[in-house]
Protein backbone atom coordinates (compact mmCIF):
# COMPACT_ATOMS: atom_id res chain seq x y z
CA UNK A 1 0.00 0.00 0.00
CA UNK A 2 3.05 2.82 0.93
CA UNK A 3 4.76 1.86 -2.25
CA UNK A 4 1.48 2.40 -4.42
CA UNK A 5 0.67 5.51 -2.41
CA UNK A 6 4.72 6.80 -3.19
CA UNK A 7 4.55 5.63 -7.05
CA UNK A 8 1.01 7.62 -7.62
CA UNK A 9 2.75 10.71 -5.80
CA UNK A 10 5.64 10.26 -8.05
CA UNK A 11 3.41 10.42 -11.18
CA UNK A 12 1.02 13.19 -9.81
CA UNK A 13 4.17 15.45 -8.91
CA UNK A 14 5.22 15.20 -12.65
CA UNK A 15 2.18 15.27 -14.71
CA UNK A 16 1.11 18.13 -15.76
CA UNK A 17 -1.31 19.16 -18.72
CA UNK A 18 -1.51 15.57 -19.93
CA UNK A 19 1.79 15.27 -20.03
CA UNK A 20 5.12 14.68 -18.13
CA UNK A 21 7.32 17.15 -16.55
CA UNK A 22 10.27 15.67 -15.76
CA UNK A 23 12.27 17.34 -13.10
CA UNK A 24 14.89 15.83 -10.44
CA UNK A 25 14.19 15.26 -6.76
CA UNK A 26 15.12 13.00 -3.94
CA UNK A 27 12.88 10.47 -5.01
CA UNK A 28 13.51 10.99 -9.47
CA UNK A 29 16.83 11.13 -11.33
CA UNK A 30 17.07 12.28 -14.94
CA UNK A 31 19.96 10.36 -17.40
CA UNK A 32 20.18 11.05 -20.76
CA UNK A 33 21.84 7.32 -21.82
CA UNK A 34 22.71 4.48 -19.79
CA UNK A 35 26.03 5.34 -17.95
CA UNK A 36 28.06 4.04 -14.95
CA UNK A 37 26.97 6.12 -12.59
CA UNK A 38 23.18 4.75 -12.78
CA UNK A 39 24.68 1.58 -10.52
CA UNK A 40 25.43 4.52 -7.67
CA UNK A 41 21.60 5.93 -8.05
CA UNK A 42 20.21 2.47 -7.86
CA UNK A 43 21.91 1.65 -5.11
CA UNK A 44 21.12 4.71 -3.25
CA UNK A 45 17.23 4.25 -3.88
CA UNK A 46 17.19 0.67 -2.83
CA UNK A 47 19.13 1.91 0.52
CA UNK A 48 16.88 4.76 1.35
CA UNK A 49 12.88 5.43 0.46
CA UNK A 50 13.10 4.15 -2.90
CA UNK A 51 12.96 6.48 -6.18
CA UNK A 52 12.62 6.32 -10.09
CA UNK A 53 15.17 6.33 -12.75
CA UNK A 54 14.19 7.88 -16.05
CA UNK A 55 16.53 7.05 -19.18
CA UNK A 56 16.05 9.20 -22.37
CA UNK A 57 15.87 12.42 -20.71
CA UNK A 58 18.09 15.16 -20.22
CA UNK A 59 19.17 16.61 -16.62
CA UNK A 60 16.85 20.06 -17.54
CA UNK A 61 14.10 17.54 -18.05
CA UNK A 62 14.24 17.48 -22.09
CA UNK A 63 13.15 14.43 -23.50
CA UNK A 64 15.21 13.21 -25.93
CA UNK A 65 14.19 9.06 -25.99
CA UNK A 66 16.11 6.07 -26.52
CA UNK A 67 16.28 3.80 -29.89
CA UNK A 68 15.92 0.38 -28.07
CA UNK A 69 13.92 0.40 -24.91
CA UNK A 70 14.29 -3.27 -24.70
CA UNK A 71 17.73 -2.89 -25.04
CA UNK A 72 18.61 -0.09 -22.35
CA UNK A 73 16.19 -2.48 -20.02
CA UNK A 74 18.73 -5.56 -20.07
CA UNK A 75 21.64 -3.57 -20.20
CA UNK A 76 20.60 -2.17 -16.82
CA UNK A 77 19.54 -5.55 -15.39
CA UNK A 78 22.93 -7.04 -16.44
CA UNK A 79 24.82 -4.37 -14.87
CA UNK A 80 22.66 -4.37 -11.76
CA UNK A 81 23.10 -8.05 -11.56
CA UNK A 82 26.93 -8.14 -11.90
CA UNK A 83 28.31 -5.08 -9.98
CA UNK A 84 25.78 -4.62 -7.26
CA UNK A 85 25.71 -7.03 -3.65
CA UNK A 86 23.23 -7.84 -2.79
CA UNK A 87 21.15 -9.23 -4.89
CA UNK A 88 18.32 -5.66 -5.78
CA UNK A 89 16.85 -7.26 -9.26
CA UNK A 90 13.78 -8.08 -7.35
CA UNK A 91 13.31 -4.58 -6.48
CA UNK A 92 13.99 -3.03 -9.73
CA UNK A 93 11.00 -2.86 -12.03
CA UNK A 94 11.23 -1.54 -15.82
CA UNK A 95 8.77 0.59 -18.06
CA UNK A 96 8.78 1.63 -21.73
CA UNK A 97 6.86 5.02 -21.71
CA UNK A 98 5.59 7.35 -24.71
CA UNK A 99 6.52 10.95 -24.13
CA UNK A 100 6.26 13.55 -26.60
CA UNK A 101 6.50 11.07 -29.29
CA UNK A 102 9.70 9.40 -28.19
CA UNK A 103 9.88 6.44 -25.97
CA UNK A 104 11.67 6.43 -22.33
CA UNK A 105 12.23 3.62 -20.26
CA UNK A 106 11.39 4.21 -16.46
CA UNK A 107 13.36 2.36 -13.96
CA UNK A 108 11.38 1.97 -10.43
CA UNK A 109 13.82 1.24 -7.44
CA UNK A 110 11.60 -0.04 -4.59
CA UNK A 111 13.42 0.44 -1.16
CA UNK A 112 15.48 -2.84 -0.89
CA UNK A 113 14.95 -5.59 2.45
CA UNK A 114 18.88 -6.55 2.47
CA UNK A 115 20.20 -3.08 3.17
CA UNK A 116 22.73 -1.72 2.42
CA UNK A 117 23.56 -2.34 -0.74
CA UNK A 118 26.76 -1.96 -2.23
CA UNK A 119 29.04 -1.86 -5.16
CA UNK A 120 31.10 -5.15 -5.26
CA UNK A 121 33.81 -3.99 -6.60
CA UNK A 122 34.05 -1.18 -3.61
CA UNK A 123 32.84 -3.65 -0.52
CA UNK A 124 30.43 -2.71 2.31
CA UNK A 125 32.40 0.87 2.98
CA UNK A 126 31.83 4.43 2.45
CA UNK A 127 33.12 4.20 -1.22
CA UNK A 128 31.07 1.44 -2.12
CA UNK A 129 27.65 2.52 -0.65
CA UNK A 130 25.18 5.38 -1.39
CA UNK A 131 22.31 7.08 -0.28
CA UNK A 132 19.92 10.24 -1.03
CA UNK A 133 20.81 13.10 -0.06
CA UNK A 134 18.40 16.23 -2.02
CA UNK A 135 18.86 15.52 -5.61
CA UNK A 136 22.47 13.74 -5.19
CA UNK A 137 23.58 9.90 -4.37
CA UNK A 138 26.79 10.41 -1.85
CA UNK A 139 28.80 8.21 -0.13
CA UNK A 140 26.95 6.73 2.98
CA UNK A 141 29.01 7.19 6.53
CA UNK A 142 29.79 4.36 8.34
CA UNK A 143 27.08 5.30 10.79
CA UNK A 144 24.63 5.20 8.29
CA UNK A 145 26.38 1.78 6.99
CA UNK A 146 26.46 -0.10 10.23
CA UNK A 147 22.68 1.28 11.35
CA UNK A 148 21.65 -0.39 8.16
CA UNK A 149 23.13 -3.44 8.72
CA UNK A 150 21.04 -3.47 12.35
CA UNK A 151 17.93 -2.55 10.97
CA UNK A 152 18.51 -5.41 8.92
CA UNK A 153 20.36 -8.19 10.18
CA UNK A 154 18.97 -7.06 13.95
CA UNK A 155 20.94 -6.61 17.03
CA UNK A 156 23.58 -10.08 17.25
CA UNK A 157 26.59 -8.89 16.15
CA UNK A 158 27.43 -12.26 15.17
CA UNK A 159 24.50 -12.77 12.80
CA UNK A 160 25.41 -9.23 10.92
CA UNK A 161 27.07 -8.90 7.63
CA UNK A 162 30.87 -7.88 8.12
CA UNK A 163 31.69 -4.52 6.84
CA UNK A 164 34.85 -6.75 5.27
CA UNK A 165 34.02 -8.87 3.02
CA UNK A 166 37.60 -9.82 1.68
CA UNK A 167 38.63 -12.54 4.16
CA UNK A 168 41.05 -15.39 4.40
CA UNK A 169 40.94 -18.43 6.88
CA UNK A 170 43.93 -19.98 6.61
CA UNK A 171 44.37 -20.71 10.70
CA UNK A 172 40.86 -21.63 10.89
CA UNK A 173 41.16 -24.18 8.00
CA UNK A 174 44.39 -25.22 10.32
CA UNK A 175 42.18 -26.00 13.27
CA UNK A 176 39.93 -27.49 11.95
CA UNK A 177 42.30 -29.89 9.37
CA UNK A 178 44.01 -30.92 13.11
CA UNK A 179 41.07 -32.13 14.12
CA UNK A 180 40.14 -34.07 10.75
CA UNK A 181 36.83 -31.74 10.12
CA UNK A 182 36.08 -30.82 6.97
CA UNK A 183 36.06 -27.00 6.07
CA UNK A 184 34.82 -25.66 2.86
CA UNK A 185 31.96 -23.50 1.37
CA UNK A 186 29.43 -25.85 2.52
CA UNK A 187 30.32 -25.81 6.00
CA UNK A 188 30.85 -22.36 6.08
CA UNK A 189 26.91 -21.77 5.58
CA UNK A 190 26.33 -24.32 8.15
CA UNK A 191 28.15 -22.67 10.43
CA UNK A 192 26.88 -19.26 9.29
CA UNK A 193 30.17 -17.49 8.63
CA UNK A 194 28.45 -16.82 5.42
CA UNK A 195 24.56 -15.70 4.88
CA UNK A 196 22.27 -16.99 1.85
CA UNK A 197 23.60 -14.47 -0.29
CA UNK A 198 27.20 -15.60 0.04
CA UNK A 199 27.94 -12.99 2.29
CA UNK A 200 30.32 -13.20 5.37
CA UNK A 201 29.18 -12.69 8.43
CA UNK A 202 30.83 -10.97 11.53
CA UNK A 203 31.37 -14.96 12.80
CA UNK A 204 33.30 -15.38 9.43
CA UNK A 205 35.11 -11.64 10.18
CA UNK A 206 35.66 -13.02 13.97
CA UNK A 207 37.32 -16.62 12.57
CA UNK A 208 39.37 -14.84 9.27
CA UNK A 209 43.03 -13.86 9.46
CA UNK A 210 41.53 -10.19 9.57
CA UNK A 211 39.63 -9.89 12.57
CA UNK A 212 39.94 -6.85 14.08
CA UNK A 213 39.45 -7.78 17.92
CA UNK A 214 42.80 -8.43 19.34
CA UNK A 215 43.21 -9.73 23.11
CA UNK A 216 46.33 -8.27 25.31
CA UNK A 217 48.38 -10.10 27.61
CA UNK A 218 51.09 -8.67 30.09
CA UNK A 219 53.19 -9.77 32.78
CA UNK A 220 53.57 -7.53 36.09
CA UNK A 221 56.38 -7.59 38.44
CA UNK A 222 54.90 -8.32 42.35
CA UNK A 223 51.22 -8.24 42.61
CA UNK A 224 50.53 -4.63 41.01
CA UNK A 225 51.10 -2.90 37.66
CA UNK A 226 53.64 -0.69 38.74
CA UNK A 227 56.48 -2.83 36.73
CA UNK A 228 55.89 -4.15 33.59
CA UNK A 229 57.93 -7.48 32.79
CA UNK A 230 56.10 -8.10 29.22
CA UNK A 231 53.08 -7.70 26.90
CA UNK A 232 52.12 -8.55 23.97
CA UNK A 233 48.99 -8.12 21.65
CA UNK A 234 47.47 -11.04 19.89
CA UNK A 235 45.97 -10.11 16.62
CA UNK A 236 44.18 -12.37 13.68
CA UNK A 237 42.23 -15.26 13.62
CA UNK A 238 39.69 -15.99 17.00
CA UNK A 239 40.94 -19.54 16.57
CA UNK A 240 45.04 -18.42 16.22
CA UNK A 241 44.66 -16.25 19.20
CA UNK A 242 43.45 -18.56 21.07
CA UNK A 243 47.06 -20.83 20.96
CA UNK A 244 49.28 -18.56 21.02
CA UNK A 245 47.64 -17.03 24.19
CA UNK A 246 47.37 -20.35 25.96
CA UNK A 247 51.50 -20.74 24.50
CA UNK A 248 52.00 -17.79 26.25
CA UNK A 249 50.28 -18.38 29.73
CA UNK A 250 51.56 -21.86 29.68
CA UNK A 251 55.25 -20.73 28.97
CA UNK A 252 54.96 -18.95 32.24
CA UNK A 253 53.00 -21.72 34.14
CA UNK A 254 55.68 -22.46 36.37
CA UNK A 255 55.97 -25.99 37.96
CA UNK A 256 57.07 -25.72 41.41
CA UNK A 257 58.33 -29.32 43.30
CA UNK A 258 57.76 -30.31 46.93
CA UNK A 259 58.58 -32.75 49.14
CA UNK A 260 56.20 -35.37 51.19
CA UNK A 261 58.11 -37.98 52.78
CA UNK A 262 60.08 -39.99 49.84
CA UNK A 263 57.02 -38.87 47.31
CA UNK A 264 58.36 -35.32 44.54
CA UNK A 265 55.06 -33.56 44.00
CA UNK A 266 55.18 -31.56 41.13
CA UNK A 267 51.99 -28.40 40.91
CA UNK A 268 52.29 -25.70 38.62
CA UNK A 269 51.41 -22.29 39.66
CA UNK A 270 47.58 -22.55 37.92
CA UNK A 271 45.71 -25.61 37.12
CA UNK A 272 45.95 -26.39 33.35
CA UNK A 273 42.09 -27.16 32.91
CA UNK A 274 41.45 -23.88 34.95
CA UNK A 275 43.74 -21.83 32.23
CA UNK A 276 42.29 -23.81 29.44
CA UNK A 277 38.45 -23.01 30.57
CA UNK A 278 39.02 -19.33 31.41
CA UNK A 279 40.14 -18.50 28.25
CA UNK A 280 37.83 -20.20 26.74
CA UNK A 281 34.99 -18.19 28.39
CA UNK A 282 36.89 -15.31 27.88
CA UNK A 283 36.93 -15.68 23.74
CA UNK A 284 33.10 -17.35 23.90
CA UNK A 285 31.16 -15.08 25.77
CA UNK A 286 32.98 -11.84 24.76
CA UNK A 287 30.82 -8.64 23.63
CA UNK A 288 32.49 -8.36 19.90
CA UNK A 289 30.00 -5.00 19.45
CA UNK A 290 32.98 -3.59 21.47
CA UNK A 291 36.34 -2.85 19.72
CA UNK A 292 38.18 -2.96 23.16
CA UNK A 293 40.73 -5.57 23.61
CA UNK A 294 40.12 -8.11 26.11
CA UNK A 295 42.76 -8.34 28.54
CA UNK A 296 45.28 -10.98 31.01
CA UNK A 297 47.22 -10.42 33.64
CA UNK A 298 50.13 -12.19 35.26
CA UNK A 299 50.87 -11.10 38.67
CA UNK A 300 53.10 -12.73 40.83
CA UNK A 301 50.22 -14.01 43.36
CA UNK A 302 47.43 -14.20 40.06
CA UNK A 303 46.10 -14.52 36.93
CA UNK A 304 43.54 -12.45 35.59
CA UNK A 305 40.99 -12.89 32.71
CA UNK A 306 38.88 -9.44 31.97
CA UNK A 307 36.66 -10.13 28.82
CA UNK A 308 34.29 -7.22 27.37
CA UNK A 309 30.62 -7.28 27.91
CA UNK A 310 29.01 -8.34 31.28
CA UNK A 311 26.52 -10.61 32.11
CA UNK A 312 23.50 -11.08 30.09
CA UNK A 313 20.10 -9.83 30.39
CA UNK A 314 18.44 -11.77 33.53
CA UNK A 315 21.15 -13.17 34.58
CA UNK A 316 23.26 -13.00 37.93
CA UNK A 317 26.49 -14.13 39.22
CA UNK A 318 24.58 -16.59 41.51
CA UNK A 319 23.11 -18.24 38.35
CA UNK A 320 26.48 -18.71 36.87
CA UNK A 321 27.78 -20.41 39.54
CA UNK A 322 25.48 -23.32 39.22
CA UNK A 323 25.98 -23.41 35.84
CA UNK A 324 23.21 -21.82 34.14
CA UNK A 325 24.33 -19.91 31.19
CA UNK A 326 23.10 -17.95 28.26
CA UNK A 327 25.32 -17.50 25.53
CA UNK A 328 25.82 -14.19 23.89
CA UNK A 329 27.53 -15.75 20.73
CA UNK A 330 25.90 -18.61 20.39
CA UNK A 331 27.17 -19.46 16.43
CA UNK A 332 30.94 -18.62 18.01
CA UNK A 333 29.56 -21.43 20.77
CA UNK A 334 28.30 -23.97 18.07
CA UNK A 335 31.95 -23.22 16.40
CA UNK A 336 33.80 -24.16 19.23
CA UNK A 337 31.99 -26.70 19.90
CA UNK A 338 32.15 -28.32 16.91
CA UNK A 339 36.01 -28.29 16.94
CA UNK A 340 35.50 -30.11 20.82
CA UNK A 341 36.97 -27.14 22.48
CA UNK A 342 33.81 -26.80 24.48
CA UNK A 343 31.53 -29.52 25.92
CA UNK A 344 28.50 -27.88 26.59
CA UNK A 345 26.90 -24.52 27.98
CA UNK A 346 27.24 -23.42 31.57
CA UNK A 347 30.03 -25.97 32.34
CA UNK A 348 33.30 -23.89 31.84
CA UNK A 349 33.07 -21.92 35.71
CA UNK A 350 32.06 -25.58 37.20
CA UNK A 351 35.25 -26.88 35.85
CA UNK A 352 37.72 -24.05 36.71
CA UNK A 353 36.07 -23.95 40.16
CA UNK A 354 36.58 -28.18 40.76
CA UNK A 355 40.28 -27.35 39.64
CA UNK A 356 41.00 -25.47 42.79
CA UNK A 357 39.34 -28.47 44.99
CA UNK A 358 40.80 -28.35 47.71
CA UNK A 359 42.87 -25.83 47.87
CA UNK A 360 43.30 -23.39 50.48
CA UNK A 361 42.96 -20.20 47.61
CA UNK A 362 39.72 -20.33 45.50
CA UNK A 363 39.43 -18.68 41.95
CA UNK A 364 37.15 -15.18 41.97
CA UNK A 365 34.27 -13.76 39.67
CA UNK A 366 33.71 -10.26 39.36
CA UNK A 367 31.24 -8.46 37.09
CA UNK A 368 30.43 -5.30 36.10
CA UNK A 369 27.75 -3.74 33.40
CA UNK A 370 30.33 -4.08 30.77
CA UNK A 371 32.78 -6.60 31.82
CA UNK A 372 33.55 -10.11 33.30
CA UNK A 373 36.67 -10.71 35.53
CA UNK A 374 37.92 -14.12 36.33
CA UNK A 375 40.56 -14.26 38.77
CA UNK A 376 43.00 -17.56 39.65
CA UNK A 377 45.20 -17.57 42.25
CA UNK A 378 48.77 -18.83 41.69
CA UNK A 379 48.55 -22.20 44.03
CA UNK A 380 52.32 -22.10 44.60
CA UNK A 381 52.57 -18.21 45.27
CA UNK A 382 52.62 -18.50 49.24
CA UNK A 383 54.94 -21.03 49.22
CA UNK A 384 57.42 -19.41 46.75
CA UNK A 385 57.02 -15.72 49.08
CA UNK A 386 57.95 -17.64 52.04
CA UNK A 387 60.99 -19.19 50.75
CA UNK A 388 62.33 -16.88 48.17
CA UNK A 389 60.63 -13.11 49.20
CA UNK A 390 63.04 -11.33 46.41
CA UNK A 391 61.16 -12.93 43.26
CA UNK A 392 58.06 -10.58 44.43
CA UNK A 393 59.91 -7.74 44.67
CA UNK A 394 63.14 -7.71 42.14
CA UNK A 395 61.96 -5.79 39.21
CA UNK A 396 64.25 -7.25 36.15
CA UNK A 397 64.56 -10.61 37.21
CA UNK A 398 62.63 -14.09 36.85
CA UNK A 399 63.62 -18.13 37.62
CA UNK A 400 63.62 -20.75 34.68
CA UNK A 401 64.66 -23.91 36.48
CA UNK A 402 66.39 -22.26 39.53
CA UNK A 403 68.60 -20.05 37.31
CA UNK A 404 67.59 -16.50 37.43
CA UNK A 405 67.06 -14.77 34.13
CA UNK A 406 66.80 -11.27 32.71
CA UNK A 407 63.07 -10.27 30.96
CA UNK A 408 64.95 -10.09 27.88
CA UNK A 409 66.27 -14.08 28.56
CA UNK A 410 62.75 -15.16 29.02
CA UNK A 411 61.43 -13.51 25.86
CA UNK A 412 64.20 -15.43 24.33
CA UNK A 413 62.60 -18.92 25.86
CA UNK A 414 59.39 -18.42 25.28
CA UNK A 415 60.48 -17.83 22.00
CA UNK A 416 62.33 -21.05 21.31
CA UNK A 417 59.48 -22.75 23.20
CA UNK A 418 56.94 -21.84 20.29
CA UNK A 419 59.18 -21.96 17.83
CA UNK A 420 61.76 -24.63 18.02
CA UNK A 421 64.77 -22.51 17.90
CA UNK A 422 65.80 -19.30 17.72
CA UNK A 423 69.24 -17.84 15.46
CA UNK A 424 70.94 -14.71 16.19
CA UNK A 425 68.80 -12.51 13.66
CA UNK A 426 65.76 -13.55 15.27
CA UNK A 427 66.96 -12.60 19.04
CA UNK A 428 67.91 -9.34 16.93
CA UNK A 429 64.41 -8.78 15.57
CA UNK A 430 62.18 -10.33 18.79
CA UNK A 431 63.84 -7.71 21.12
CA UNK A 432 65.26 -5.16 18.85
CA UNK A 433 69.13 -5.15 19.83
CA UNK A 434 72.03 -5.49 18.17
CA UNK A 435 74.06 -8.03 16.96
CA UNK A 436 76.53 -7.95 19.47
CA UNK A 437 73.64 -7.96 22.30
CA UNK A 438 72.12 -10.82 20.75
CA UNK A 439 75.02 -13.07 20.76
CA UNK A 440 76.02 -12.04 24.32
CA UNK A 441 72.43 -12.73 25.32
CA UNK A 442 72.27 -16.58 23.52
CA UNK A 443 75.82 -16.91 25.07
CA UNK A 444 74.80 -16.22 28.62
CA UNK A 445 71.86 -18.79 28.14
CA UNK A 446 74.06 -21.86 26.72
CA UNK A 447 76.20 -20.92 29.45
CA UNK A 448 73.31 -20.82 32.29
CA UNK A 449 72.83 -24.87 30.15
CA UNK A 450 69.11 -23.44 29.50
CA UNK A 451 70.02 -23.10 25.15
CA UNK A 452 71.84 -25.57 23.11
CA UNK A 453 74.07 -24.21 20.25
CA UNK A 454 73.34 -25.88 16.96
CA UNK A 455 75.52 -25.63 13.89
CA UNK A 456 78.28 -23.83 13.06
CA UNK A 457 78.48 -19.96 11.30
CA UNK A 458 75.52 -18.82 9.15
CA UNK A 459 73.52 -22.26 10.34
CA UNK A 460 73.87 -21.70 14.20
CA UNK A 461 70.87 -22.07 15.77
CA UNK A 462 69.58 -22.64 19.49
CA UNK A 463 67.14 -25.33 20.84
CA UNK A 464 65.48 -25.72 24.53
CA UNK A 465 68.35 -28.35 26.50
CA UNK A 466 66.28 -31.64 27.25
Known amino acids: MIDTIRYNKIINDNERDGGMLFRESETIELKEVVVDEIKK ?12 LYIGVQDDGTVIGVDDPDGVSLQISNMVRDAIKPDVTMFLHYKTIEESGKEIVAVDIQRGTDRPYYLAKKGMRPEGVYVRQGYSSVPATDTAIRRM ?53 NLGLLLSDQCIHTIKAAVFQGKDQTVFKDRREFTGSLLQ ?13 QTHATIKKLLRIDVRDYPEIAVREALLNLLVHRDYSFSASALISIYADRLEFVSIGGLMPGIDLEDIMIGISVCRNQDLANVFYRLHLIEAYGTGIGKIMKAYEGMEEKPVIETTKNAFKIILPNVNAKDEKDSNPALFSEPLINAFDGVPISAREEKVLEYVRIH ?9 GLLGVSSSTAVRILKNLVKNNLLKQNGKARSTSYTIVK
Not at 193 to 200: A, E, P, R, T, W
Not at 241 to 253: G, L, P
Open 241 to 253: QMNEVYDFIDFRN
Open 149 to 201: IKETDGDRFEAMRSLNQELTFEATKKEFELRNIEFGPQQMRTLKLVDQDNLYS
Open 420 to 428: GAVTRNDVI
Open 41 to 52: EIIAFANCDGGK
